[in-house]
């Protein structure tokens, strides 16, 4: 089943459940699925397309819980996370800090790269690769430390 169809499916059981938070995380998904559909007038999304659809509402999601935090607003942070998680469920695993190292390193042997302007080059060659699959700030991150800061 695709990832439409899930988005689908579980906001009518969040509609019987009478789960608000859910619903409106749900609603929100699914608006976005809809609108990239109408871009080219589309009935169905990949699932790859889908999750960097998702990825995005995921950081935003995160931003919007710092700034809440920020504001002393407990309830909307409370809010917040609850959609975070919605959100996670149709998110695929990222790779962990020891995977993505390798990934970096093995970036790094492929593309040549030698100093730290090659840091370009080296996320070009992981985002190619392991995009989705792969937090690309701590790839970043790792990749900086590891062709000297």
Known sequence: MSIVNQVSDQMK??????EKIRLAALRSMRSLLLNEMKKDNSTDLSDEVA???????EKQRLES????EAAGRTEQVEAE????AVIREFLPQLADEAATRNIVEAAIASSGAAAKGDLGRVMGVI???HKGKVDG????TIAAELLGD
């Open 51 to 57: 999750v960097g659809l998702f990825r995005r509402l």
């Open 65 to 68: 819980i710092d700034a809440f």
């Open 127 to 129: 985002m190619k690769e």
């Open 13 to 18: 059981d969040a509609m019987k459940a009478k």
């Open 81 to 84: 996370r609850t959609e975070l």
């Open 137 to 140: 700030t701590l790839a970043r």
